[in-house]
T-cell receptor, first 116, second 112 residues
Framework: NAGVMQNPRHLVRRRGQEARLRCSPM?????VYWYRQLPEEGLKFMVY????????ESGMPKERFSAEFPKEGPSILRIQQVVRGDSAAYFC??????????????FGSGTRLTVV | AQSVTQPDIHITVSEGASLELRCNYS??????LFWYVQSPGQGLQLLLK??????LVQGIKGFEAEFKRSQSSFNLRKPSVHWSDAAEYFC??????????FGGGTRLMVKP
């Protein structure tokens, strides 16, 4: 029973390029969360999605960032026209989320984005 | 809005010594509380969680945490630290909407 799978583990992009980060939740989990961890900082919530729905995107920067969780396939976090300040570790987590309790997320190993 | 404060950014303890990591939260209702551990270059692993009931919660790897409503705290403890416990520890508070808010983390170093 595979856990939360994120790929790639490491991603290097030049300023102005696009970054696509993928997350496959645990089997049976229908809720996906994206967090960003800047160097020497804690985790900052970005977006919460269910299949084909964005539930809460209050942590997403207003420009250049978007997320989706299609009916089929992984969740994608997309960053357009990356800048140096986007360099961070991006973590995906999933939960079953069906019982109304925050059952505790299962985290992926993260994607470390470096913008050069 | 909920928030979590971990007052200690870095803590160093000797191997075999006891450990307490502090966590204070702000939340209007009964909180759901979590502790996660992150080893270097890795994701976060759930150590333990509190929803209700007994205020002393046992977790994995010999960790425990105590919920104290009067102090709005959920401190993590371990009686005897091992070198492999060196990592970063995050406290989090959740709501019924499945949202978790994390503290800034405490980096634990273990001296031989």
């Amino acid at each position: 029973n595979a856990g939360v799978m994120q790929n790639p583990r490491h991603l290097v992009r030049r300023r102005g390029q696009e970054a696509r980060l993928r997350c496959s939740p645990m089997k049976g989990h229908s809720h996906v969360y994206w967090y960003r961890q800047l160097p020497e900082e804690g985790l900052k919530f970005m977006v919460y999605l269910q299949k084909e729905n964005i539930i809460d995107e209050s942590g997403m920067p207003k420009e250049r960032f978007s997320a989706e969780f299609p009916k089929e396939g992984p969740s994608i976090l997309r960053i357009q026209q990356v800048v140096r300040g986007d360099s961070a570790a991006y973590f995906c987590a999933s939960s079953p989320g069906s019982d109304g309790l925050p059952s505790g997320y299962t985290f992926g190993s993260g994607t470390r984005l470096t913008v050069v | 809005a909920q928030s979590v404060t971990q007052p200690d950014i870095h803590i160093t303890v000797s191997e075999g010594a006891s450990l307490e990591l502090r966590c204070n939260y702000s939340y209007g209702a009964t909180p759901y509380l979590f502790w996660y551990v992150q080893s270097p270059g890795q994701g976060l692993q759930l150590l333990l969680k509190y929803f209700s009931g007994d205020t002393l919660v046992q977790g994995i790897k010999g960790f425990e945490a105590e919920f104290k409503r009067s102090q709005s705290s959920f401190n993590l403890r371990k009686p005897s630290v091992h070198w492999s416990d060196a990592a970063e520890y995050f406290c989090a508070v959740g709501d019924a909407g499945n949202m978790l808010t994390f503290g800034g983390g405490t980096r634990l170093m273990v001296k031989p």
